[in-house]
T-cell receptor, first 114, second 116 residues
Framework: KNQVEQSPQSLIILEGKNCTLQ??????????LRWYKQDTGRGPVSLTI?????NTKSNGRYTATLDADTKQSSLHITASQLSDSASYIC?????????????FGKGTKLSVKP | ETGVTQSPTHLIKTRGQQVTLRCSSQ?????VSWYQQALGQGPQFIFQ???????GRGNFPPRFSGLQFPNYSSELNVNALELDDSALYLC???????????????FGPGTRLTVL
């Protein structure tokens, strides 16, 4: 069964600290993996998208890694800010072109405290 | 801002009623996908429209139906509303690349539907 599992479910860190969020998936065949940031009650905003041939991609203070062999991805946030408080969702796309192949994780809820 | 707009932002309905949600896609995007997101959960795929035709459907009953117009805007219709339909409904637009794999999806702000 195609699944995307994220950990931890929630995380509290102090402003300025770094953190790493994890995503494990069993989607096959694999096309790409995306990380989204979702503020409460808002739509998700794309942070990174990686195909199987890419193993790292950065977007400002966000760096995503991908190991297609172990089917694991991580999102590293550097020097966290209060505005980083949000849910971070990992989404894996299977091949085929249909959006029905997008498998969403349940997200990691990050709280950054002053 | 992604350029994807949704209306209304909030809606309250009673069980058994019907609702229509609207989405305007980002300029240049011909594909619109709809998702249902329950509180504390990840989005669940409802269906996708590509050039006015349904192009994939998730595990939702037929009372969830959709439409895409020539300008690529879209509607989601839900009949016979149930309490469990209460959720944030997200619309996302994208444009398939040359390999017919959709590129990054751009989500709208969502419509919060409450069914009483």
């Amino acid at each position: 069964k195609n699944q995307v599992e994220q950990s931890p479910q929630s995380l509290i860190i102090l402003e300025g600290k770094n953190c790493t969020l994890q995503c494990n998936y069993t989607v096959s065949p694999f096309s790409n993996l995306r990380w989204y940031k979702q503020d409460t009650g808002r739509g998700p905003v794309s942070l990174t998208i990686m195909t199987f041939s890419e193993n790292t991609k950065s977007n400002g203070r966000y760096t995503a890694t991908l190991d297609a062999d172990t089917k694991q991805s991580s999102l590293h946030i550097t020097a966290s800010q209060l505005s980083d408080s949000a849910s971070y969702i990992c989404v894996v796309s299977g091949r085929g072109g249909s959006q029905g192949n997008l498998i969403f994780g349940k997200g990691t809820k990050l709280s950054v405290k002053p | 801002e992604t350029g994807v707009t949704q209306s209304p932002t909030h809606l309250i309905k009673t069980r058994g009623q019907q609702v229509t949600l609207r989405c305007s896609s980002q300029s240049g995007h011909n594909t619109v996908s709809w998702y249902q997101q329950a509180l504390g959960q990840g989005p669940q795929f409802i269906f996708q429209y590509y050039r006015e035709e349904e192009n994939g459907r998730g595990n939702f009953p037929p009372r969830f139906s959709g439409l895409q117009f020539p300008n690529y805007s879209s509607e989601l219709n839900v009949n016979a509303l149930e309490l469990d339909d209460s959720a944030l409904y997200l619309c996302a637009s994208s444009s398939p690349n040359r390999d017919r794999v959709s590129g990054p999806q751009y989500f709208g702000p969502g419509t919060r539907l409450t069914v009483l």
